[in-house]
């Protein structure tokens, strides 16, 4: 049971390149969040998805995409890079239950020069 | 619209001493509150949660919170700390309709031998 995994690990990007942040659990989870992480902040909610087809913007939604075509995979779609958005990017996934925590992949240090 | 702050950005403490990380909560509802912990380079772990009954809640490591509504507080304790628990704390409330997370800004936990 691998959780949530989440590709790369780290990436270095241009101004103007776009890239895709991939992001899976196999829990089986209906809920998916994305937070990015500045440094000595707290996480900030970018997107949610409460299930397939269904996504909603969360607190900074500017700059950012997703979709969610399975219930497994929440990629985040980043267009036209810029340095403010240089983060830690994490995905995290929780079940249906009331008392649902949210489980956490290890992160996407991104850089944009 | 929910917030959480947590007024000390840095803490230092021996190891074998008492600890308690402040949190306080502004929401208009019964909160859903956690406490995450990040140690670095990782993701974030729950170390408990509070949803609702008894306001003292037991979590892993030994950690432990109070839920105090009087005080819109959540704050967490440990009585003897270990090396082992430097690291980055968040305390978080979970509202909305997939509970999404607004998190305070963090206390950076140092343990000293």
């Known amino acids: 049971n691998a959780g949530v995994t989440q590709t790369p690990k780290f990436r270095i990007l241009k101004i103007g390149q776009s890239m895709t942040l991939q992001c899976t659990q196999d829990m089986n989870h209906n809920y998916m969040y994305w937070y990015r992480q500045d440094p000595g902040m707290g996480l900030k909610l970018i997107y949610y998805?409460?299930?397939?087809?269904?996504?909603d913007k969360g607190e900074v939604p500017n700059g950012y995409n997703v979709s969610r075509s399975t219930t497994e995979d929440f990629p985040l779609r980043l267009e036209l890079a810029a340095p403010s958005q240089t983060s830690v990017y994490f995905c995290a996934s929780s079940g249906r239950d009331l008392l649902r925590e949210q489980y956490f992949g290890p992160g996407t240090r991104l850089t944009v020069t | 619209a929910q917030s959480v702050t947590q007024p000390d950005i840095h803490i230092t403490v021996s190891e074998g001493a008492s600890l308690e990380l402040r949190c306080n909560y502004s929401?208009?509802?019964?909160?859903?509150l956690f406490w995450y912990v990040q140690s670095p380079g990782q993701g974030l772990q729950l170390l408990l949660k509070y949803f609702s009954g008894d306001t003292l809640v037991q979590g892993i490591k030994g950690f432990e919170a109070e839920f105090k509504r009087s005080q819109s507080s959540f704050n967490l304790r440990k009585p003897s700390v270990h090396w082992s628990d430097a690291a980055e704390y968040f305390c978080a409330v979970g509202a909305g309709s997939a509970r999404q997370l607004t998190f305070g800004s963090g206390t950076q936990l140092t343990v000293l031998p």
């Open positions: 998805s409460v299930g397939a087809g269904i996504t």
């Open positions: 929401y208009g509802a019964t909160p859903y």
